[in-house]
């Protein structure tokens, strides 16, 4: 059944507005924006088809008005609506409001949203379908029976609402005695963010890595995956950077994940874009959710796929099947992408708005930046703090890593503080670079402190070469426990561009083969000290 999209709806703002509107002149479909007050003249209202204006500034006035952005739809000669991310992405009863209204919702089924939407019934479905969980309660119980379901799963454990979202009301509960009052606590927080006092709990998994696999399915029944990608840098349980693939994955686990991710999907019958989301410790894996809809950091699996997945969501929404097999999906380089949010990073990521009086940028070659705003834009205070994402692809992991660096040598945003100062902290420290970082890391060891000396690192001449102890290019032997397997000494060189090269040295003098060579932006990053 196929039914071609004239006329689409962005029922959205900022970044990914524009970035519908740009997936829907590659498709050659028109575009109506909804706009609130102070979105009248951003860059998406300018770049949009038409705009329909919305009457107030809150959320809760504009982009979460059902009807009102139904009728714009309606008023405009609209076949169908995409509702980007946040807002009424995952609100099951607008995409089934808009499939009432005669028309297409660019998105899964309300079916799927709502089945999906509920933690513990999507814990028990995926369950069904094989796929593991962490060890928990499977439906909302009262407080003897969270209690006693405690005692079983052992703590710590994680207290969630299970109408929850976002990163909101959950309790991590360390000892039995504290499980009463946080149980109360988070009851009547999820009474008041979502509606209802369900709560339930899992075990709560130490030092995590965040995990999740890009899924699309069409309305032929097929699913398949786009591969994963890690988010575990973040803060208040908020990603700030994604790579794609997740590093540090045993190839046998990635496959694991990748197909409980399809396999979750396949249980509820899916189509379009979502993510699952897993926790996964050594070489256990947790299913967490699907997220039902585009996810902020999809970019960076396209920039390794090659997929606009987009476009893609809006040719599966007119009924078209996915373009390949599972096994045409080809994955090539690394991409990480940084979240320029408006925010204070030197004051505990506080949330700020101002207007931007300069964004100046050195270098573009290479890098995708995906905006909402420009120069003299402000920054209302009503919606997310996301300003901008910095795509950056390389060739391995250290090289995007070198390159994002580099890009950021050169990028500054004045009158608004921004998350920058966290990216040159988070790209130049060595256990990121060298080993990856669990979800907690960032909250544990970032410092404004630690921030200004990557600032300091950045500021500093990328051409600069320190001499060696013979004038030569810098060249340092280093032994000791940081030495790669079969390797005697490792050679440090300071090549071009701030970015140091290891090349490890076996005990008859031989340089170890060019995979075993090491790049890294620090030298503490090679070393080890
Ligand atoms: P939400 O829907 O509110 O985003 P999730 O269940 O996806 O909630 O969890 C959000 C974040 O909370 C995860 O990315 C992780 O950082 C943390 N988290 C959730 N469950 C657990 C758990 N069982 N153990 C440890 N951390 C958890």
């Not at 197909?259 to 899916?270: C, F």
């Not at 909250?443 to 921030?451: I, K, N, P, Q, S």
Request: with cysteine.
């Amino acid at each position: 059944m196929y039914s071609r999209i004239k006329k689409l709806l962005i029922a959205n703002r900022g970044e990914i507005a524009r970035r519908i509107i740009r997936a829907c002149e590659s498709l050659g479909i028109e575009t109506v924006l909804v706009a609130s007050d102070p979105d009248q003249k951003s860059l998406a209202a300018q770049e949009a088809g038409g705009v329909v204006a919305l009457a107030g500034s809150t959320a809760r006035e504009t982009y979460l008005n059902k009807e009102a952005i139904i009728a714009a739809a309606r008023s405009t000669g609209c076949d169908a609506i995409h509702p980007g991310y946040g807002f009424l992405s995952e609100d099951g009863d607008f995409a089934q409001a808009v499939i009432d209204a005669g028309l297409i919702f660019v998105g899964p089924s309300p079916q799927s949203i709502r089945a999906l939407g509920v933690k513990t019934t999507a814990r028990e479905t995926v369950t069904r379908a094989g796929v593991p969980v962490t060890p928990g309660s499977f439906s909302a119980g009262s407080d003897e029976d969270l209690e006693r379901a405690a005692h079983g799963i052992g703590l710590p454990v994680i207290i969630k609402a299970a109408a929850g979202g976002g990163g909101r009301g959950m309790r991590i509960v360390r000892a039995i005695e504290e499980m009463r009052e946080s149980l109360a606590q988070a009851r009547s927080e999820a009474l008041k963010n979502f509606g209802s006092p369900d709560v339930f709990i899992e075990k709560y998994i130490e030092e995590p890595r965040h995990v999740e696999v890009q899924i699309f399915g069409d309305t032929h029944g097929k699913v398949i995956h786009f591969g994963t990608r890690d988010c575990s840098s973040q803060r208040r349980h908020q990603k700030l950077l994604e790579e794609a693939p997740a590093p540090f994955l045993d190839p046998d686990i990635r496959e694991k994940i990748h197909h409980a991710a399809v396999a979750a999907a396949k249980s509820v019958g899916y189509y379009n874009a979502g993510t699952a989301e897993f926790l996964v410790k050594g070489r256990d894996f947790y299913f967490l959710e699907i997220n039902t809809r585009i996810q902020v950091e999809h970019p960076i699996t396209e920039a390794i796929t090659g997929i606009d997945l987009v476009a893609l969501q809006i040719k599966v929404a007119m009924g078209e099947p996915l373009p390949c097999e599972q096994s045409e999906v080809r994955f090539q380089g690394h991409a990480i992408e940084l979240r320029i949010n408006a925010e204070d990073s030197m004051e505990g990521f506080r949330p700020a708005t101002g207007t931007i009086a300069s964004w100046t940028r050195a270098s573009i070659v290479g890098i995708r930046e995906d905006s909402g705003y420009q120069e003299g834009d402000t920054i209302p205070p009503f919606y997310d703090s996301l300003l901008s994402k910095v795509i950056v692809r390389g060739e391995t992991r250290a090289h995007a890593l070198s390159e994002a660096f580099q890009f950021l040598r050169g990028y500054a945003i004045e009158g608004v503080p921004t998350t920058i100062p966290f990216h040159a902290w988070i790209l130049s420290n060595p256990q990121f670079q060298e080993n990856g970082i669990d979800i907690g890391y960032v909250e544990r060891t970032f410092t404004a402190e630690g921030a200004r000396e990557a600032l300091a690192l950045l500021a500093r001449d990328p051409a600069h070469r320190e001499p060696g102890p013979d004038g030569s290019p810098y060249q340092e032997i280093v032994t000791g426990s940081a030495l790669p397997a079969g390797a005697v000494s490792l050679t440090v060189v300071h090549e071009q561009g701030g970015t140091f090269l290891a090349v490890p040295v076996d005990a008859h003098g031989q340089t170890l083969p060019k995979e075993h060579w090491r790049r890294a932006l620090t030298r503490a990053a090679l070393v080890g000290s």
